[in-house]
């Protein structure tokens, strides 16, 4: 379709007249993006980012961010007469008194958790497609900036009701900055304007909320988006897909008719949570109060992480010069709270560039991998989704307890003993499940596949018949790219080590990168001789 069409054309035109950009629009209007379904994983953040915004700006036009008592005289019988937080009881007119109100905040609620959940669930499939490798570095960078910003935005627009469930959340933060060694109280002082709980966090979260953090977050999503518009999307391998060219749909009209569909998909699904499905009923927790906490207390799943860490760990603390006059460092939170999300995001951010290092790969790649297809690096994704997938789990120990009827303490015990033995076990499983499948697509390809039909051999023996994959199927098996190598690391019986391999560094080097290149299965050439057989007539020999 080389013709543009006339609903394209007729704005350009139209704006061409006036400001000379009818080549830009009609060129990046008809753009062309790869169709796959994963690749709508990163517009679920996008649709609900969206969402956030404009339910964020209705519900502030009722929100009250003071910390000042008043005596409560809503809509809700059970709290009338009660002393509570401003910002708690503009939280029960928005929810009982404003029209639409609390679909309103249910849906702003939801959507925050999607997305979260949509931009995790977006980075993993950049990374384990290795869509993160040149020239993405930097879009990769953007993203795990834009996660850790996004659980900084979750964590303060949570404490904004000011009810006890997000007090108790807000409680445990405070715990955290006063476990850093010599800024802690500074720091504790600057944010609670004095003691805790002081009368000024809720308007400092509150600015926070709608002002700074969700100013940043819209220009490094813009970055992201620009950055994937320049350097092109990344697409799945297939039947004529290379490093040189994208296979799809154009962006109108094909992909803005799929996504605007999505998007209203979306939409929708959020307004049916909403309206279905309750959230966060802060008048069942009432207001807070620091001497007060419920039973049964936990965060949005995104933070569960912490919460789990902080259970499990044990009761360790340092006395500085051996007394607790000098100073206390209290490890039971300091290590909790900063090293799983510390441990995870440095990884995420460092991960591009040891691979590089490992491999000594600089060529660019447009065309991602399947999982399956780099074992290593598929295993250390899954290691890591299961160390925050137990912790995630383990903070919710106490209800695991309740609820199945065990002992509290030993789940606790189960626990730290899970910690370290899971992501093991989950690299080992994860790492045999790959060279499994690769193994399954070389017998795809070298046998065919099952077909239906039963044939009896001469002997009596009965067989399924195979029949070659389609040139599609094929296509998408075989468009894998070896996993490169350092020089030498092959082993191929040179004399002198390369470079590379000198030095107790650079033979460390060599190693890893033997053994993170080395585990591909090799495919054979499967029916390609069939296939050519059927294509070329048989020659009949000469008579005589």
């Not at 290795?130 to 964590?155: C, D, Q, V």
């Not at 154009?250 to 209203?264: C, E, I, Q, V």
């Not at 100073?327 to 909790?336: A, R």
Request: hydrophobic content about 45%.
């Amino acid at each position: 379709m080389n013709k543009v069409p006339k609903f394209i054309a007729g704005p350009s035109g139209y704006l061409d007249d006036r400001l000379g950009v009818a080549p830009t629009l009609k060129r990046n209007l008809r753009k062309i993006f790869p169709d796959h379904w994963s690749f709508l994983l990163g517009e679920i953040a996008l649709y609900t980012f969206i969402i956030l915004l404009l339910t964020g700006t209705f519900l502030t036009f009722w929100y009250t961010p003071s910390m000042g008592h008043v005596v409560y005289d809503g809509s809700y019988a059970p709290l009338r007469g009660v002393m509570m937080s401003e910002a708690y009881a503009s939280t029960l007119d928005i929810s009982f008194d404003v029209r639409g109100g609390l679909l309103l905040r249910q849906i702003h609620h939801w959507a925050a958790l999607l997305f979260i959940a949509s931009l995790m669930v977006h980075m993993m499939r950049v990374f384990f497609t290795g869509a993160y490798r040149k020239p993405r570095e930097l879009n990769w960078l953007i993203g795990i900036a834009l996660f850790t910003l996004a659980l900084a935005e979750g964590l303060t627009g949570y404490s904004l009701p000011d009810d006890l469930l997000s007090g108790a959340g807000l409680r445990i933060t405070q715990g955290v900055l006063m476990s850093l060694p010599l800024v802690g109280t500074y720091l504790s002082f600057l944010l609670f304007g004095g003691e805790y709980p002081g009368d000024v966090v809720i308007q400092r979260f509150f600015t926070l909320h709608i002002l700074l953090i969700p100013g940043i977050l819209i220009a490094l999503i813009t970055a992201h988006l620009a950055l994937m518009w320049v350097q092109k999307h990344t697409q799945m391998p297939g039947k004529g897909r290379t490093e040189k060219n994208v296979v799809g749909a154009p962006l109108l009209p094909a992909f803005m008719a799929k996504s605007g569909a999505f998007l209203l998909f979306t939409v929708a699904v959020l307004a049916g949570l909403s309206t279905f499905t309750q959230i966060n009923p802060i008048w069942l927790y009432g207001p807070y109060t620091p001497s007060d906490v419920s039973a049964g207390s936990q965060p949005d799943w995104y933070m569960g992480f912490l919460e789990g860490s902080l259970r499990m760990m044990p009761s360790w603390e340092i006395n500085l010069f051996g007394t607790a006059q000098a100073g206390t460092l209290p490890l039971s939170v300091l290590i909790p709270a900063l090293a799983p999300l510390g441990l995870i995001l440095t990884g995420l951010v460092l991960y591009p560039f040891l691979e590089r290092w490992i491999t000594g790969d600089r060529r660019e790649h447009h065309v991602a991998d399947r999982p399956r297809n780099n074992p290593h690096r598929t295993a250390i994704g899954v290691t890591g989704i299961t160390f925050y997938g137990l912790l995630l789990v383990l903070g919710a120990n106490d209800l695991i307890a309740t609820f199945f009827n065990v002992s509290l303490n030993w789940t606790t015990y189960a626990g730290r003993v899970l910690i370290f033995l899971g992501p093991a076990l989950a690299y080992l499983v994860t790492y045999r499940l790959c060279l499994g499948l690769q193994r399954s697509d070389a017998a795809t390809i070298d046998h065919g596949v099952e077909s239906g039909v039963i044939r009896r051999l001469p002997h009596g023996e009965f067989i399924e018949v195979h029949t070659p994959p389609s040139d599609d199927v094929e296509a998408h098996l075989r468009g894998r790219s070896a996993i490169p190598m350092l020089p030498g690391a092959r082993g191929d019986g040179e004399r002198v080590p390369p470079e590379t391999a000198r030095g107790p560094l650079g033979r460390l080097r060599l190693r890893m990168s033997r053994a993170y290149g080395e585990d591909q299965i090799p495919y054979g050439d499967g029916h390609d001789g069939e296939k050519q057989a059927a294509k070329t007539p048989e020659k009949k020999a000469p008579p005589g």
